[in-house]
């Protein structure tokens, strides 16, 4: 057990309403990402972090934001969902930079935008 | 980023070994490889890595060929437990992200 929670698990939401999701670790982990996982295209980076307040884009960052205030929470924000956005989201933390990339995945939070 | 190319579906029996193949053959000399696996309705879960030598742990075995341009993941006895689909993943993305491809999806029939 990594020590990963997401929460929400599961939400439904309509279009245009802001959605927050939250990555909470117990590790102390630096490095933690999101992901957001469809069919066909397997898990794709959405936002990243390397510290407190460090972040930056991933693959497909548009319509999403993200904060990190604290090093054990990782926060993902949709300004105003839609109906693309309607996927499985997966937030990891990862202990170091080097050559070895040993990642730990929440259970993920299963997002429906209607 | 070097590519990985993996069987899209394997078969197994319970309680038989399991020989899931990865060819990686632009590996380049400082990737590691890794293989994590997904169960249904889960997130993706680290399962082993290497570099050169051959290693072992509680969940599985990774034999790397000498040339390093494949690797094989060995169940060394395949439970119900171990549907998944099985990734193998070199270092990833500049960003520090996995890259993930279709991987293998493992069944395993009683």
């Known amino acids: 057990d990594a020590g990963i929670t997401q929460s929400p698990r599961h939400k439904v939401t309509e279009t245009g309403t802001p959605v927050t999701l939250r990555c909470h670790q117990t590790e102390n982990h630096r490095y933690m990402y999101w992901y957001r996982q469809d069919p066909g295209h397997g898990l794709r980076l959405i936002h990243y972090s390397y510290g407190v307040k460090d972040t930056d884009k991933g693959e497909v960052s548009d319509g999403y934001s993200v904060s990190r205030s604290k090093t054990e929470d990782f926060l993902l924000t949709l300004e105003s969902a839609t109906s693309s956005q309607t996927s499985v989201y997966f937030c990891a933390i990862k202990g170091t930079s080097g050559r070895v990339n040993e990642q730990y995945f929440g259970p993920g939070t299963r997002l429906t935008v209607t | 980023d070097a590519k990985t190319t993996q069987p899209n579906s394997m078969e197994s029996n319970e309680e038989e070994p399991v020989h899931l193949p990865c060819n990686h053959s632009t590996i380049s000399g400082t990737d590691y490889i890794h293989w994590y696996r997904q169960l249904p309705s889960q997130g993706p879960e680290y399962v082993i890595h290497?570099?050169?030598s051959n290693v072992n742990n509680r969940m599985a075995s990774l034999a790397i060929a000498e040339d390093r341009k494949s690797s094989t993941l060995i169940l060394h006895r395949a439970t119900l437990r171990d549907a998944a689909v099985y990734y193998c993943?070199?270092?990833?993305?500049?960003?520090?992200?996995?890259?993930f491809g279709k991987g293998t999806k493992l069944s395993v029939k009683p």
């Open positions: 290497g570099l050169t």
């Open positions: 993943i070199l270092r990833g993305g500049s960003q520090g992200n996995l890259i």
